[in-house]
């Protein structure tokens, strides 16, 4: 199991936890959502729940949800500035299909 994050990535959550002045890490999970089915949850973690799978690379930490990992793991997150577009992108193996806006996926069973 694993996720992984890009240098740009990594920088992005550690600018996000100097501002905000706490957090442990990124939360990375999934929620039902969209034309495909589901769509990737993002945010800062306070804390490491009892269901968390935590993984740190360049630094940062990666928390994810036991209902999601099955979803997620593998990913890598990287963050990109295109124009005035800012945003997390990923890479996930497990997704099968991604509906036309790119807001959600499907995975595989």
């Known amino acids: 199991m694993a996720i992984h994050l890009t240098e ?3 920088n992005r959550v550690r600018e996000f936890l100097q501002r905000e002045g706490h957090g442990v890490g990124l939360r990375l999970g999934v929620k039902r959502t969209g034309c495909s089915g589901w769509a990737y949850k993002v945010d800062l973690a306070d ?6 799978t935590v993984f740190e690379e360049r630094g940062v930490k990666v928390l994810v949800d036991t209902k999601s990992m099955k979803m997620v793991d593998g990913t890598t ?24 806006c790119g ?5 595989g069973s």
């Open 77 to 100: 997150i990287d963050f990109v500035n295109q124009g005035l577009n800012r945003e997390f992108r990923f890479s996930n193996p497990n997704v099968t299909d991604e509906c036309g």
């Open 47 to 52: 804390e490491v729940g009892p269901e968390d």
């Open 103 to 107: 807001e959600s996926f499907t995975v």
């Open 8 to 10: 740009n990535a990594a």
